[in-house]
């Protein structure tokens, strides 16, 4: 199995992907900010729901992963 290498954009790449996500929507913006300032996998941040996130921050209890067959679930993150 071959596994992909992960590639970081460059502070210019994720300028110009934060803008544009805020230009489609702020929320949009938001969303891919607080992803690009805590480091979540996309997994992570697809599977927050608001009772994760509280006064004091946000837990991460869980991810969303791919199945053999397809589909999604939720599982626990990789790291604790």
Sequence with gaps: MT???VVAPTVEQLISILEETKAVHPQWGA???FGAL????????????WDDCGDTGVMVTKSMIYTPAGGT???PTKTQ
């Design 38 to 49: 805590t480091g979540m996998r996309r997994g992570e941040l697809c599977c927050l729901h």
């Design 73 to 75: 679930r939720e599982a």
């Design 31 to 33: 969303f891919f900010m």
């Design 3 to 5: 596994v992909a290498r």
